[in-house]
Nanobody
């Protein structure tokens, strides 16, 4: 089992930047592909980005491609989401998740085994 804790959320103006962190504890962090998801008020949770255990592969939702960058530092047991050029529609609770299969990167929630509690990101216009 792995425990995940997100941090770095907050209030930012449109066009600004934030960097989210996801700290992992428990099992070996490098055993997992990792992902970011988000849930806006009144909407279903949606995929944002994912990164392979080795950092070789990444995959982004079209809505964030070119603006967000996912990365990880395995020796620090931490994953990041650098968010630039933020828009009001990026407002959501952001969750990190771990996929223990180390298989093909996935955008589907059901592929992920462990989840953090989320961190709020609010982008004002």
């Amino acid at each position: 089992q792995v425990q995940l804790v997100e941090s770095g959320g907050g209030l930012v103006q449109a066009g600004g930047s934030l960097r989210l962190s996801c700290a992992a504890s428990g099992r070996t962090f490098s055993n997992y592909n990792m992902g970011w998801f988000r849930q806006a008020p009144g909407k279903e949770r949606e995929f944002v980005a994912t990164i392979s255990w080795s950092s070789i592969s990444t995959y982004y939702a079209d809505s964030v491609k070119g603006r967000f960058t996912i990365s990880r530092v395995n020796v620090k047991n931490t994953m990041y989401l650098q968010m630039n050029s933020l828009k009001p529609e990026d407002t959501a609770v952001y969750y990190c998740a771990a996929d223990r299969s180390r298989a093909t990167l996935s955008r589907y929630e059901y592929e992920y085994d462990y989840w953090g509690q989320g961190t709020q990101v609010t982008v004002s216009s």
